[in-house]
């Protein structure tokens, strides 16, 4: 069993090159950097194609 790399859903930098926050949504852990975080808060659409299912009406 190979275990998946972790890396920013927005930037795709790895746990190598940046801390990560993991996420969990739907069932899944994804993971995001402190830089892109804002994304996630501010502009939640842009992610929409990266965390299939989120509600993004009253965002951004």
Excluded at 1 to 29: W, Y
Aim: hydrophobic share 30%.
């Amino acid at each position: 069993m190979t275990e998946e790399k972790k890396v920013c859903i927005q930037c795709e930098r790895s746990d190598e090159q940046t801390p990560l926050i993991p996420l969990a949504f739907n069932g899944e852990t994804k993971y995001i950097c402190s830089q892109c975080l804002p994304v996630l808060i501010h502009k939640t659409h842009l992610l929409a194609d990266k965390l299939p299912g989120i509600d993004i009406s009253t965002n951004g």
